[in-house]
């Protein structure tokens, strides 16, 4: 029996007609030499998304219905699955463009983060058994009206992964325009390299960590379902990174990854009551302002009194400090609140961290020596993140890289 493999194409790999045709090559020749069958999964061409959102701005200005916003920003996949499907149809390949109410793709949750419920695959499979290639739209789903609904940024990731989980589980490709998976961003660090493998794990933490080759969701799903991944580029053949659930000598490398996020911010609320229940308070007022929250600190000060920080996406920093002004102005009269916006997120990531000891404190000792001050820290099984100063950023990734990636490398 055939394989069946998802292959999702991101925004720059289908940002004019001469890349969608070159798309439509790739797929075509992947058919002919393996005899796979091919689902394609498409973003929206490159920029598209932003341009229509700005409209809805220029429109409506701060506030438009929410129904109608996903109308709009769901149309730019509408023409790049047409529009590969034709350059298919061009190819050779017999192929049909398929939107989420056509395929039933299933979503619940809030306003532009919505989760994938479910997937019907009776149109996919019937399309598959007729030889003709389904070529699906990422990034949308519908909700229980029927209405288009929106995965976030990164959701066609997202798609494409629910489909193979759906079908199979299968493989699925994630083509875009670098070549794999990094030990840290190569702009940053020249001598960073490639990653043949890597586990779910540790692709779920170099994701929620800064590393933008993958959505976090996509990840989790593909772990959930194990559903082999493959980080490759669109525009050359050259081997990528795979992504399972285990792979020989995974543990043998210490450190795996550096990441860095950059858009951070840290919010401090001080001079709080040090009782029960105020830290409940706290969270519960960011999360019924949807506001998501990582990593996080409570110092108890004196006379029961203490301070709670923590840090969010900076663009939700505005809405979280806004929400515990609120909060500190009608029930904690005395307490304060500070918001910094220069903060960076730095993550160590490693499957080899389970079962060597010293990670910290060499990170530590590294990032003080070049004078990097540490303002919070989390841990797990298989990362340790600190937050650092923007502005030392690069700096910190390239130390630690060199540290702990090239050193490791040099050993060997």
């Not at 149309?75 to 463009?97: C, D, K, M, Q, W």
């Not at 053949?237 to 020989?248: A, C, D, N, R, S």
């Amino acid at each position: 029996m055939a394989q069946t493999v998802v292959m999702k194409f991101g925004g720059t790999s289908v940002g004019s007609s001469e890349r969608i045709g070159g798309v439509a090559k790739r797929v075509a020749k992947h058919r002919k030499e393996t005899g796979d069958r091919v689902v394609v999964v498409v973003s929206a061409m490159s920029g598209e998304t932003d341009r229509l959102i700005e409209l809805a701005r220029k429109v409506g200005g701060d506030r438009y219905p929410v129904r109608e916003y996903n109308q709009l920003v769901t149309s730019g996949e509408h023409a790049s699955v047409a529009l590969t499907a034709i350059a298919l149809e061009r190819e050779g390949v017999p192929a049909r463009s398929l939107l989420a109410n056509q395929v039933q793709i299933r979503t619940r949750g809030a306003y532009g983060q919505n989760l994938i419920s479910g997937v019907e695959t009776e149109t996919l499979e019937e399309l598959l058994e007729r030889g003709i290639t389904p070529v699906v739209a990422g990034f949308q789903g519908i909700d229980e009206f029927g209405d288009f609904t929106t995965l976030g940024r990164g959701g066609s990731d997202t798609t494409a992964v629910a489909i193979a989980a759906a079908l199979g589980p299968c493989r699925c490709d994630i083509l875009t325009d670098i070549d794999g998976v990094y030990t840290a961003l190569p702009s940053i660090c020249k001598r960073a390299r490639k990653l043949q493998t890597l586990t779910y794990e540790e692709m779920l933490e170099m994701a929620s960590s800064g590393a933008k080759v993958l959505q976090a969701r996509s990840v989790s799903l593909a772990y959930k379902f194990k559903v082999p991944l493959v980080v490759c580029s669109s525009f050359s053949e050259i081997e990528g990174t795979l992504i399972v659930e285990e792979y020989q000598g995974m543990a043998d490398a210490v450190v795996s990854g550096i990441t860095c996020r950059a858009d951070e911010a840290k919010l401090t609320l001080r001079n709080v009551p040090d009782k029960p229940g105020i830290a409940a308070k706290v969270f519960k007022v960011l999360g019924d302002a949807e506001v998501v929250v990582d990593m996080i600190v409570q110092s108890q000060g004196t006379a029961g009194r203490a301070a709670i920080s923590f840090t969010v996406p900076q663009e939700s920093a505005q809405t979280a400090y806004e929400a515990l002004l609120k909060l500190a102005t009608e029930e904690m009269p005395d307490a304060s609140v500070e918001l910094d916006k220069d903060i960076a997120k730095l993550s160590v990531v490693g499957e080899g961290m389970r079962t060597h000891a010293g990670v910290a404190s060499k990170m530590f000792e590294v990032l003080g020596a070049n004078g990097i001050n540490v303002e919070m820290i989390t841990t797990s099984e298989i990362k340790i993140s600190v937050a650092i100063e923007a502005k030392y950023s690069e700096l910190a990734v390239r130390v630690l890289h060199e540290c702990f990636i090239e050193q490791q490398d040099a050993g060997r």
